[in-house]
Structure formats: structure tokens, C-alpha cells
């Protein structure tokens, strides 16, 4: 079984509050002194997901997709490193500055110029804006079926069984191929590549794939064909106000803070 | 009676003449005659008997089958060993085994000191003496009747008179020495066996064969004395006091039975004696050579040095997975152990109940060598692939080795330092954690979380809330930017940056600097891991990696320098730095926080004179400071510069030093089995009854403090122990300046 799955480079998650800064005026992240970028962690479980169908189905091919700028070669490089095996790279200056939309545009001619898959996944958001939508619009593009924020997978013949994570539980069901699918972290940890594979992947060629490649035009896509407009990006300060209510007993505290939060309004 | 005399007569049975009950060997190797000779001549000049003597082959015939036998034996014996060095030489050549043999006399030294003189095996009182007297006695043994042969053979009569009497004397003692060492050994399995080495046929082999042999020679010697002796010259006989009472016990038999009796005994006393020591060539026995040989194989640099995978991205395999992935030393090493259960005893693992003991580390690879092994060798010798029919054996590591044994490892090399035949555990277990992590990337989750975190944010603190520079705010002014002309740079290391305690250790450290005058500075927001934490945990690709990348930080910001030297306070770095980065091109000098801040108040650039609280405090070892580094003083000497404290030793301290449960990578793993290091070292301090526990070490720290937390649950905090970093203690009594007080 043929999959295709696409992923994003986003700043470490585990960056730490002190080292995240932003620039207000450019509207835009600075990258963190010391911290690589990595493979957004929904996307590295997306990989895992493919990996394990191609296993289960004892033929195909993983193929890797990613849009962004030259270090998003390393996203690609972890997920071959993984064991998929072919990486393309989105890789042209006017797809920079693009929303949602422009990506999802951007992937789904790759998708097409690559041919489309039995299985087409993402993970269910990038771990940096957390908008998840690229894969349900990339579907809507291609026309295909999808089921989204999947915690399992598993091949039924020519169909796919999954199971979705809902507000209240878990709905199971069955798609035909080819199709979409996100998954969400529910899904279980990604492999931990073999040395020898990173090894192997650091030789592999990425293939670079720019706008004209795909026949978009320059206009189509990037901030020009954004659909989305950044009006100001700022860090959000909290304040927070402790008062320590007192008291000799446990009742009389008790007391206090119902006191304290009637005022307060909360009760 | 001359030589040639009792040479015709050999062949006769004879009553008026002398004999020996102990022959272990007649057949002796002359080369220990210098031995003997002086033996032989100590105490013996007092005694004033005349004529005294006895006879080589008393009352034997065809005592020639002994010689006839004799290369047997040796064929026997080398048959066993040839064979399986076939099996050691499965294993990867080292420079050593080439012949390029490093520190020569260091190693002719341990090879006497340690194989010869047993050094180690003496540590521990009660096997130490066993098995001193079991050595001597058979030593002893080996060189009376070897003396008794030559002099048998040379024209010269030395046995005559009071020599002969005393040499009798040496004989019979050194034969009683070893029933009491057999018995010891005997006691130590039977009576109290621990679990960890329950005894093995082998055991039983060994030392029953050994206790028969001395008592068949007792027999002997008495029915000899009884026969021969008694009767003609008894004052001879009590110069033999054991054979005397054996004589004593036999002197209702009559004397023609008696000599029937000692015909068959001396028969099988000598082919026992014979058969037993076959055993050198095919079970533990085989230590009496292998032991010496280990003890001069054993490596010679830094004992907490891993070695380096060279060209790593042209390897074939990474780390151990396969027997013949081991070096040829490593497979050796593991037919040199005795199973004497000391590695086991000290492991920290073991002692906390966790999955691992390094002595079944080493016999489990051992059975496998030997079962697997061997079959590689038939494949080789018959021309197969060298895994031909191996196909359904249980895997070494993951099968034979479980992962969890090697995961629990501390690298802490108490086990390397407790073995009494200097087998080296550390390097073969990580060897196979190499495998584990490189070749089949199965780890524990939060071994992977802490790879990864070293990968993408050059630093194993998953989840700090700091940057590397955290430690500074507010007192950025007083720490001075390195710029390539101080005389040290302080390297705060991970820990030191992003872990809150070990913060709080890095400004002592800085503040102590400042009012010493150091001329020092930090790489501010540069520094990144040396890549210990991933080397330990078997990651040596990352950890070349990392370090590579340092040495390129070093190199551009002049550190790289045979005149700059690197402070560290983390004994792991200090490891690194000073034994292991000059493989991959360090020329800079190192030196840990401890030792620098005792030269300091040596030279009186620090003067710890504030009243600290009057408190007792216990010290305990880093192993990587002390066990691997050798630096068990210059911590312990500034706190005893410090006023009004005591220093209590904890029973397990210095080269026997109980790790904190951090190392090897420890400190970022879920612990598994029934309770954890660091419980049982908070235990430990809290025994001693000191008031804080002082460590050089920021693992350290942290492990005692989470310790305490469930070990002192119920107790005030107030009385709970405190645990402070030396340069924090010698703050408080040196830095009177509250300015850089920090
Ligand atoms: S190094 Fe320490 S933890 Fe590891 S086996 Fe030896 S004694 Fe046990
Ligand atoms: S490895 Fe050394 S210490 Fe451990 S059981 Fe064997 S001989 Fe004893
Ligand atoms: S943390 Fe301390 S005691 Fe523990 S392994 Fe490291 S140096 Fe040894």
C-alpha cells in the first residue's frame, strides 16, 4: 500500500518559556538561540502510522512531503531516517509568508504530480499554530474521503478501520482508499530511527520541488495567495495575584476562602 | 644411604628407610627451587638431629607410571586451554593483544602485585585469608616436594639432618594451612552461601579434589611415619606433628597391612593429584593463569573511559550485538571469572534490588561463549558461515542480556574495582547498550526523550524552564565573558545551567572565584552538553557529534589550548573532558571545582574563617571524581579547613564508594526493581547520624534530595538531612562579602 505523508518543520516544542520571543513588528517568531527546529510531533506519529501500514500490508512505499524553508530538509531527513522512503521539499520563495490554504494548495499539486496514494496522512495539527485544517482542506482539494484526529489504524483488505478520538469517547469506522487521515497523539510514539537508517538517510537525495514545478503561479500561493491576514502577533502576559487566606483552624480558613471567592464572584 | 643407593633401591619396599606422605607433585618443575631453598633453610639450622631423612618413592613400585603419566597431563591440561582460546579469538584484536603493549611496567606491576600477590583478593578478610592459605599451601606443597625430587636426583644431599626435619615441619604445616583454607571455602559456600553466587558442581569439584588430596596425604605421611619412622626414630616424627597424630591414629595396624594400606593411598593421592589439576585447563581453576594475565591485559588508562568507535560511520555494526563483536580481551576476561560474587556485592543495582548483577552479566555471556561459541568455531574450522545452525539461539543482548540489566547500569565501576582477577564489566555493558540504542533503537521511553532533547536542544533537561543562561540573571555583571585571555574557563555544563539546584552550585562556584581573584570567564549561551549523558547511554554517534561540535566552540574561542584550563564542577564532564575528549583532538588542561578551591585555600586566596553552624558532615564519593578520577581528598581536606566542622565517613566510602544511582545515564531513567540507589545511600548518610551530607557532584545533589524526600518523609524538615555542594559550604565560610555572595 502506496502512503504519502506530509509534515511540517515547526520551532521545538519544548522550547522553554524564557528562550520564546517574538519580533511584534514583523509578526513573527524568532528562533530560539541553540534549539534546532524539529518534525512537528503529530506529524512524526503520522509517520509512524504510515510505516505501520506499509508493514502490515508487506509492500509500497512511504514518501515523504514538506513545504518550508532549506532546514525543513531535516524534517524530511528524520522521517526517512524513520525508514520512509523518498522526501520531496516545497521548496520556493514565493510559498513563503502562505496560510493554510496556500499550503494545502501547494501539497495537493505535489500530491498530483506525485500520483495520489492509497493513503494520503497528516498529523492532526502542526505543533506551532495549531490550526489544524491542511489536511482536511488538502482533501477537499483532491476530492478524497477523511477522517480526522485518529488514535488507530488498521488495514481491513482494500479498506481502512479507524478509530477517531471524540469529545465523548471514540468513533470507529471504515473508509474506502484512497484517503485522508490525521493523527492525533493518542496514537502512540514514533520510532526512534536506527542509527544505521540516519545514517542512510543523510545520503539520500531530497528531491526540491519549486511553485512552477507544481504549475502554481508565484501569485497562487505564499503571502500572496494567503486567504488569512496577520493583524498583530504578541506574547500574552498573565498576571497573577496570590492572597494567602488565614486563619487559626482549618474551618476558619475554609470560611475565609468562601468568603474570599463569594466576593471574587465565583461562588 | 646415597643417592644412588636409594635411586636402586626406589624399586624395593623398604621399612628402615625415610619417605614422604606428600607428594602433590613429585614431579616438580625445578624453577621454584630458589623458593624452597630459602624455606628450607629458615628455623631448620636450630634443630640438632642428625642423619634425618626420607625417601623419594618409599614402599612404591612402578612409581615410573607417575613420570608416564606426567605429559598426559600437561597435554590434557593444554588441550583445554588451546581450545578455548579458539573461542577467544573470535573477538576483534586490540592494540594489546597485537603486542603494543602501553604503561609496561604499570602493568608488570598489577601483574605482580595483583596476580602474584593477590592484592585484591585480600580486601575482603575472610575469602582473602582462605584463600591466602589454600595459594600458600598448595604453593608450599608444590615447592617440598619438588625439593624432595631434586634432591633426590642431584648428587648433593640437602634433605640431611636438621634441614630435613625442618623441611618436614614447613611440609606438614603448609598442608594443615590448606585444610583450613579448604574447610573456609567449604564454610563460605555451605554455611553461608549468598544468593548471588550459590556454589556450582564446579565449586564442589574443585574443592573436594583439593580436600582429598590433602587428607590422602596426610594418610600417607602418616602410614608412612607409622611404618618407618615411630618406631626407629620417633623425636623424627614430631617434627611432622600432623602425619604424627595421623600415625598415632593407625598404630593398632599392623605393619604389613599398614604398608598395603599405604601403597593404595599414595596411589591415589598421585593420581588424584594428577587428574585434580587437569581442572586448570577446563573449569574456574584455570585461574591460577588466567588471573596474572588478566591482571596484565587489564587497560591501563582512566577507568572511566570508554573507548572510541573510530571512523563510526564506516562500521559494519554499531556496538555489541554478536560474540565476535567483543574485543578478544573482552571474551577472554570472561573465562578469568571466579564467580566470587564481589562485583555483585557492590553494585549499587544489586543492592537496591534492581535487575541487575554484573557477575551474571559476565557468566550468562560466559555460558553463551562457551555454547555459542563454539559452535562459531566448529563453523569457521569447517568452512561455514559463521552463524551456520544459529539460527533459534536465544539472542545475547535482549535474550541472554536482558535490556533491563544493562539499562540499570551506572557505569559507577564499583564492580570493575571490587574484582579480585580485574575483569572489566563497564566497557562490555556498554557495549551492548551501544547495541541497543544505535543498531536496534530500542530504548526505555525516557532514555529516547532524553536523546532527543540532547539532539534537538544540545542539552539532556527535557522540559527546563531555563535557557542556559538563567543562572546569571541578575548577577550578569559578575560574570566575567570569556575571552580567550583568562587563565580558565569555568564550564558550567547542562546541569550547572538548567537544573534550579545545580544553579544555585554554579554562583558558589562563581562566587568563590571572584573573591580568590580567578582570572576566569564563561562561554555565555555558546556551551553546549560534551555529549557525556548519550555516550553513556550508548549513543556514541551523538555523542561525537556533540562533542565535536564543542571542540569546534573550543577551538574558535581559544579554550583549545595547552595553557587554558577548563573548570568543571560535574564530575561527568570532568570524565569527559580530561579522559576521553583528547581522542578527539583536546589539548586544554582540566581540573574539577574541588581541587581548584583547595589549592585556593592552600594558598590562602580563600580563608574559611566565618562561624558556619557547628554540623558533622558525611562525604560522599562521585564516582566519576573518585573511583574513576582518583580524587578522594581534596574534597574532603577543605571541609576539614572549614570551622567548626566534623567529618563521619560512611562505611562504603572512597575506591568503595556507593554510587548515587545517577550514572550512566540513570539520572534520566524510570528506576526498576524493589527500591532505589539513592534510597539506599540517604540510608546510608542518615546512619552516620551527621547533620548534611556534602557531595561534589550536581547528580549527586539531586539524587540525595529526592532521596531524602521518601526516605525522611516523617521526619521535621528541620531534622532532615541537608545536602550541600562542597563549594556551597566553603561559601559560607569564605565569602564574606555579601556583594558576590550571590
Ligand atoms: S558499573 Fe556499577 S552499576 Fe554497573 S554493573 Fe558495575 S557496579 Fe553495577
Ligand atoms: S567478575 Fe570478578 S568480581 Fe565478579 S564474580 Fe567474577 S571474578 Fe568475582
Ligand atoms: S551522579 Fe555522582 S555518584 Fe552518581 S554516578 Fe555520577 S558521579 Fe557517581
Redesign the pocket.
Known sequence: MDVIVCVKQIPDPETPAAAFKVDEAAMQVLPAQGISPVISPFDAQAVEAALRIKDASGDGTVNIISLGPDSARDAIKHSLAMGADEGYHLKDEAFEGGDAWTTALALSRAIQHLGVPDVLIFGRQAADWDQGTVGSIVAELLDLPSATVLRAVELNGESITVSRVVADGFENIDLPTPCVLTISNEFGDPRYPQLRQIMQAARKQVTELTAADLGLDASDVGAAGSRVQMHALFQPTSDVEVEIIEGDTPEEKAAGLVNALREAKIL | MTKSAVKSDTAKRKTSATSTGKRVSALAIPAWLPLGGILLVSGAETVRVTGAHRELFFNIDHFWVLYMLLPFVIGIIIYGLVRRSRVWRLGKPTALLKGNFDNLPVRLGRLIKGGGGTERVLRDPYSGVMHLCIMTSMIVLFLVTALLAIDDYIPVDILVGPRYLGYSLVADLFGLVGIIGVAMAVAHRWVRPRTAWLPTWEDWLILGGLGMLLVTGFIVEGLRIHTSEINVNPEWSYWSPVGYIVALMFSGVKISAALDIHTTFWWIHMVGALSWITLLGYSKLNHLVLAPANAFLKRTSAPGKLDMIVNIEEQEHFGVSQLEHFTMKQIFELDVCVRCGR?TD?????IAGQP?S?MHIIQDLKSYATAVGEQKVANLVQGNDLNFGLDDETPMVGGVIRDESLWA???????VEACPVFIE??PT?VDMRRSLVMEEARMPDTVQGTLETLERQGHPWRGTPYTRDSWMEGIEDQVPEWTGEQDYLYFVGCTGAFVDRAQEITRSVVSLMREADVSFGVIKGMESCNGDPARRLGHEYLYQILAEGLIELFNETGVNDEQKTVITHCPHCFNTFLNEYPDMGAKFQVIHHTQLLEQLVNEGRLVPNAEVPEQTITYHDSCYLGRHNDIFEAPRRILEQVPNVTLIEMPRNREQGL?CGAG?GNMWMEEQGKSRVNEVRVEEAVATGADSACTACPFCIQMFDSGIGTVQLDVEDDDKLKVLDVAELLQAAAVSDRQHGV
Open positions: 562485583c557492590n553494585c549499587p543495582a544489586d541487575l554484573p547500569c551506572r557505569t559507577c565501576g564499583a564492580c564489566h563497564v555493558i554510587c550512566g
